[in-house]
């Protein structure tokens, strides 16, 4: 019996769901690995850290959308959205490993002294737990830290969900 096009082929819906699925299985776990280091290994993350997990959500929520849609055009434009995210979050690691390496000063982690303060808001200041420092390394393996590695995952992630969704759009069109 041959296919007579009426019904999307098993491969098309193979794709239809395993790329935007494995988009979320790679956002789900970048974003489990980052919460493990954080509660469980007691790593407190900057302000640097916290913009760096954003990208993670994103892409999470367009794949869940993505596996929501049929497949064609919405899911490929989903997973490649999921690319073009995965890169921003590249350059926010790249900025972080950047401050990190003290290649440049950070706008979001640069802490100003407060004027006009009484000494009493001084000292309730002076006793509150100050935000970590964007420079600070906790963790490193191999002598390159969390953000470092951030880097590779993200920009290996862009190109992986740009490529689905270059499959997606071919499989859209057979």
Sequence with gaps: MRYTGTM???????????IPLAVLAASV???????????????????????QRVPY????????????ARPGPVQAASVGVCGVVFAAGAAVAFYHVGVEQHWWASAACGGELATGLSPADMMAQLSRPQPKACDEVDWTLFGLSMATYNVAASLALAGAAL??????IKGSKA
Excluded at 8 to 18: A, F
């Design 8 to 18: 999307p082929s098993p491969r098309r819906l193979l794709n239809g769901r395993l």
């Design 29 to 51: 776990g970048a974003l489990g690995t980052a919460y493990v280091a954080e509660v469980v290994f007691g790593l407190e993350p900057c302000i640097l850290c916290l913009y």
């Design 57 to 68: 959500a994103i892409t999470g929520v367009l794949a869940v959308l993505a596996l929501s």
């Design 163 to 168: 490529a689905g969704a270059r499959m997606l």
